[in-house]
């Protein structure tokens, strides 16, 4: 079971850059376990779960994103495991 999670709301040229798609092999990569996707007001919204390490590793790559994205804020909410088994695009 994972030991923690986060909910991330990633601001800034984030749709259209394939910024879902890179956080979804990114978190594969990682052993992450969660979701993503796009927000109606042009930010992405990223929940995931795993070790806090990992999951910083995580955050520090949103905070730059895909070599597309132009990234201006990441809000980080620390919040309760849900028990999610693997990653996906929503």
Known sequence: MSEAAVRLKVEGRVQGVFFRASTERVAKELGVAG??????????????????ETLDRLIDWCRQGPTLARVENVDVNWTSVEGLRSFDIR
């Not at 979701?35 to 806090?52: F, K, P, Q, T």
């Open 35 to 52: 979701w993503v996707r796009n927000l109606d007001d042009g930010s992405v919204e990223i929940h995931a779960e795993g070790g806090r």
